[in-house]
């Protein structure tokens, strides 16, 4: 991978559902649905997923999209057609925001609304200067009432830091924007081993790793000292390609499980400062979170998810 480069993995594709009889159980794991009366299901607050795009015409999504732009050179770079051709970023979007439609799939916060920004392409590969851009077009970008952007989801990664990156997720951060990355797939289950991903690896960035289904850290998520949470990121079920649903795998799956919860607590703690949005998010998490002793700092951060 160049300097330059950054990467999705979209996971293989576990299994295949076409119509769904049973709801996932991972909202009731991390509490999202004890919440939802008192946050309206995060109504009126922007996520920027920044993505390999989306299926914009998938019925469990297309009435959430408010906007998107392509920063790729996919469908010979025109800005505003910003589909999908990976599936990674439908899926990524899912879990934030997928209206229930009777299909048994819903996000996290499924009144929120999601601005599409595609930085990844049909070969699952970006640039940072692409992933730069697009969160300066997040901070900058008005929505046709007035709205602005309050969380990013970057479920995506690249090994090498990058000077221009950090300057602008520091802008992104003092404007009060919550910024949530993946904390990378390259972990061996090793505690003692470390893996860094860039922009999660970042201070100002809510780095997540990946749990299993028996709450126990997946042997792929990448751990070190920055690790902030842990989210359900194993065989998780979403939104695909052509009106489909299947489950992926990754800690890029774990990632918009928070990104989701910082839209339903963005409606909880009704800030009379938005530019401290994301202490109060991260402070809410922390406090929240489940502890989970038996595993080391590194693998865990500060617990799993808890949003009761």
Same mark, same amino acid.
């Not at 991978?1 to 769904?20: A, H, Q, R």
């Not at 607050?45 to 997923?49: G, L, M």
């Not at 007035?146 to 950090?166: D, H, P, Q, Y």
């Given at each position: 991978?160049?300097?330059?480069?950054?990467?999705?993995?979209?996971?293989?594709?576990?299994?295949?559902?076409?119509?769904?009889s049973t709801a996932p159980d991972n909202l009731d794991k991390i509490k999202a649905r004890e919440i939802w009366d008192e946050t309206d299901q995060g109504s009126d607050?922007?996520?920027?997923?920044l993505d390999s795009g989306i299926q914009i015409n998938h019925p469990n999504l297309k009435s959430n999209i408010i906007g998107g732009f392509n920063f790729t050179e996919?469908?010979?770079?025109?800005?505003?057609?910003? *589909? +999908?051709? @990976?599936?990674?970023?439908?899926?990524?979007?899912? $879990?934030?925001?997928?209206?229930? &439609? #009777?299909?048994? =799939?819903?996000?996290?916060?499924?009144?929120?609304?999601?601005?599409?920004?595609?930085?990844?392409?049909?070969?699952?590969?970006?640039?940072?200067?692409?992933?730069?851009?697009?969160?300066?077009?997040?901070?900058?970008?008005?929505?046709?009432?007035?709205?602005?952007?309050?969380?990013?989801?970057?479920?995506?990664?690249?090994?090498?830091?990058?000077?221009?990156?950090?300057?602008?997720?520091?802008?992104?951060?003092?404007?009060?924007?919550?910024?949530?990355?993946?904390?990378?797939?390259?972990?061996?289950?090793?505690?003692?081993?470390?893996?860094?991903?860039?922009?999660?690896?970042?201070?100002?960035?809510?780095?997540?790793?990946?749990?299993?289904?028996?709450?126990?850290?997946?042997?792929?998520?990448?751990? *070190? +000292?920055? @690790?902030?949470?842990?989210?359900?990121?194993?065989? $998780?079920?979403?939104?695909?390609? &052509? #009106?489909?649903? =299947?489950?992926?795998?990754?800690?890029?799956?774990?990632?918009?499980?928070?990104?989701?919860?910082?839209?339903?607590?963005?409606?909880?703690?009704?800030?009379?400062?938005?530019?401290?949005?994301?202490?109060?998010?991260?402070?809410?998490?922390?406090?929240?979170?489940?502890?989970?002793?038996?595993?080391?700092?590194?693998?865990?951060?500060?617990?799993?998810?808890?949003?009761?």
């Open positions: 991978m160049s300097n330059n480069e950054i990467i999705v993995k979209p996971g293989k594709i576990v299994k295949l559902f076409k119509t769904l607050i922007i996520v920027a997923v996919d469908d010979e770079g025109k800005t505003d057609i910003y *589909n +999908d051709y @990976l599936g990674h970023g439908t899926h990524v979007s899912g $879990i934030i925001a997928a209206l229930d &439609n #009777n299909k048994g =799939v819903v996000g996290v916060a499924p009144k929120s609304n999601l601005l599409v920004l595609k930085v990844i392409d049909k070969n699952g590969k970006g640039t940072f200067s692409s992933l730069i851009n697009a969160i300066k077009y997040a901070m900058e970008w008005t929505g046709p009432n007035g709205e602005k952007v309050s969380v990013i989801n970057m479920s995506l990664g690249g090994t090498e830091a990058n000077e221009e990156l950090r300057k602008v997720i520091k802008m992104a951060y003092s404007k009060g924007i919550v910024l949530i990355a993946a904390a990378g797939n390259e972990g061996d289950g090793d505690k003692e081993t470390i893996e860094i991903s860039y922009p999660g690896f970042y201070k100002e960035v809510i780095q997540v790793g990946s749990i299993s289904e028996a709450q126990t850290p997946s042997k792929f998520s990448n751990s *070190n +000292d920055n @690790l902030d949470f842990v989210g359900p990121g194993e065989n $998780i079920l979403s939104t695909h390609l &052509n #009106n489909d649903f =299947v489950e992926l795998t990754g800690t890029s799956m774990a990632a918009p499980f928070v990104a989701g919860s910082a839209a339903l607590i963005l409606k909880l703690i009704n800030s009379t400062d938005p530019h401290l949005n994301p202490v109060y998010v991260y402070d809410y998490l922390l406090k929240h979170a489940l502890p989970m002793e038996n595993f080391s700092i590194n693998q865990v951060g500060n617990g799993f998810i808890q949003l009761k």
